[in-house]
């Protein structure tokens, strides 16, 4: 789930790959068979099975599966349809399984009385990568993006500020002193202290403070931060600015030098397919994001089973996977090739201890921190003039730095952004409280986070007189995102070694705490786990 990434100029998430959980044995020739426990298996049933999807048949056997998703959200769905239509020779048959009744994860849109809103990631950036799986859903003409002129604003010295949208505007905006503006670009041209020695990683807020200036951090960069700059990780969390410092010895070096390298390299035809979005804008779709994995499931067809629970995992001496689900229609044992497990990391933790507890171990340490998302509504009427444009609310929303003394993370103008999102005359606000610093909101009821929203949006954008707004909803959800903090890669490749320790061949980590947290992120780890998946099977062998 993303919180605040719908606000941010669209900064770089993860460009680190980390190798496949696996123990690879090079083979001297393609995999053209199999041992024979590959070739049909039977599912064991605690009851007489009904299930009829692809590859069961009525009595209960099953046809050999190549590769088994474990987690049927957005990293889950994503890479069986990668698989698909990517590798569909090397992976013939794979299967999606989740857990509850439906799919999707942590993306849920709700529509009610001409109100059309999202209770958890709320857009995405429109990468080649999520429009190429977008058009492979289906959802080409279903693509909706948001105004790439539109303001972003922070608040300031109790005045919504807007952010540059481009190099060229720096020098006309008010949010940072003349000063802070100057220091920003001595330091990113290299003028600033040095880095720290090899192998002493940098919080975000180090680098930032230390590369552009208390400025930038305080008014630009905190902001954005749902997590705790001083503890997230700025070669996994900006993977992409850190390595511009690594490669061209300062930011502005580094993007030099990533353009070279860009210019030398030999041009890939961009597919034709593809939508051409006009500037720097985040999407989402018509009916909103649960088109997504609706459109995803529907592809995949019988291949996604639901409410398919899975009890434990083992593995077998000769190769290969049994994974036991409670179903609807019983117990049932389902034999693999291969398993991507894109659940999170803490319920990864609890299946994978009996193969390996040191594995288990790590992924236990990753830290989801609560966030609510809080969906209101007030007439037109009730914004503050001064935050009107040419006499309507326009805008991604606003973001509130922790120092400015609002609980209240920050504002997406829900029905400003998109289009079809609240009735006339009506403004739909997607309000995100909690995170890191304010884990406070698990005790706190659902009317009391409301109101705190109310009156922190009262101090800013609604007027102080304006009454209680319509609630449409308010979701909780205790364990929100992962945060990539200082030695995140470190327990991450920790638990990939503790899993390679124990030789298990074709078993991979997925889910946003590997690829990063940002939806298009997610699309662009399964197109590489897939990627992985393929590889594995079509080029290596189990060792036995």
Not at 34 to 43: E, G, I, K, T
Not at 313 to 321: A, H, R, V, W
Request: proline share 8%; with cysteine.
């Amino acid at each position: 789930m993303t919180t605040l990434s719908t606000l941010a100029a669209p900064h770089p998430l993860l460009s680190h790959r980390q190798p496949p959980s696996v123990f690879l044995t090079p083979k001297p020739n393609k995999l053209s068979s199999l041992p024979h426990h590959f070739s049909r298996f039977r599912c064991s049933l605690a009851k007489q099975s009904t299930v009829s999807p692809a590859g069961v048949a009525a009595d209960g056997s099953i046809s050999s599966v190549d590769c088994v998703v474990v987690g049927g959200g957005i990293s889950g769905l994503c890479i069986a349809q990668a698989l698909a239509t990517k590798h569909n020779d090397a992976v013939p048959n794979v299967i999606v399984t989740e857990a509850r009744d439906r799919v999707g994860g942590n993306i849920i849109t709700v529509e009610r009385d001409g109100y059309l809103w999202e209770e958890g990631p709320n857009s995405f950036q429109p990468s080649d990568s999520m429009l190429t799986m977008l058009v492979d859903s289906g959802l080409k003409d279903d693509l909706v993006l948001g105004d790439p002129n539109a303001p972003r604003f922070v608040l300031w010295d109790g005045k919504l500020r807007p952010v540059p949208s481009s190099p060229g505007d720096i020098a006309f905006f008010d949010l940072m002193s003349i000063g802070g503006k100057l220091r920003a670009a001595f330091g990113a041209l290299g003028i600033r202290p040095s880095p720290p020695p090899p192998g002493q990683e940098e919080s975000v807020e180090e680098f930032v403070r230390r590369n552009l200036g208390d400025e930038v951090f305080e008014r630009l960069i905190e902001p954005f931060c749902s997590g705790d700059p001083s503890k997230l990780s700025m070669k996994a969390a900006f993977g992409k600015v850190w390595n511009l410092e690594q490669n061209g010895g300062s930011i502005i070096g580094g993007a030099f030098k990533a353009i070279q390298e860009r210019s030398r390299a030999p041009k890939t035809p961009r597919d034709p397919r593809l939508p051409k979005p006009k500037g720097q804008t985040v999407g989402s779709l018509r009916k909103g994001l649960s088109m997504f994995p609706e459109a995803l499931s529907s592809r995949l067809g019988d291949r996604v089973k639901l409410s398919w629970k899975l009890s434990g995992i083992s593995k077998l001496d000769k190769g290969g996977y049994t994974l036991t689900y409670e179903t609807p229609e019983g117990l049932v044992s389902v034999l693999s090739k291969s398993v991507v497990m894109t659940i999170p990391s803490y319920v990864a933790s609890s299946l994978l201890r009996p193969l390996s507890a040191a594995a288990s171990d790590a992924l236990s340490k990753f830290y989801y921190p609560p966030v609510a998302a809080v969906s209101i509504s007030y007439p037109k009427e009730a914004i503050r003039t001064e935050c009107l444009i040419d006499g309507q609310l326009k805008g991604f929303g606003q973001l509130h730095p922790r120092s400015q003394g609002l609980k209240t993370l920050g504002t997406i103008y829900s029905s400003s952004l998109f289009p079809n999102r609240a009735p006339a005359g009506r403004v739909l606000l997607l309000n995100y409280i909690g995170g890191a610093t304010n884990p406070r909101i698990l005790s706190q009821t659902e009317s009391e986070l409301v109101e705190t929203v109310h009156q922190d949006l009262k101090k800013v954008l609604i007027k102080p007189n304006a009454k209680d707004p319509l609630v449409l909803a308010v979701r909780v959800w205790p364990q929100a995102i992962p945060q990539f903090l200082v030695g995140h890669f470190d327990v991450l490749d920790a638990a990939n070694a503790a899993l390679r320790d124990t030789e298990t061949q074709g078993l991979f980590l997925g889910g946003n705490y590997v690829s990063g947290v940002a939806l298009g992120r997610c699309v662009e780890g399964a197109y590489d786990i897939a990627a992985d998946v393929a590889k594995f099977l079509s080029q290596y062998a189990y060792k036995w």
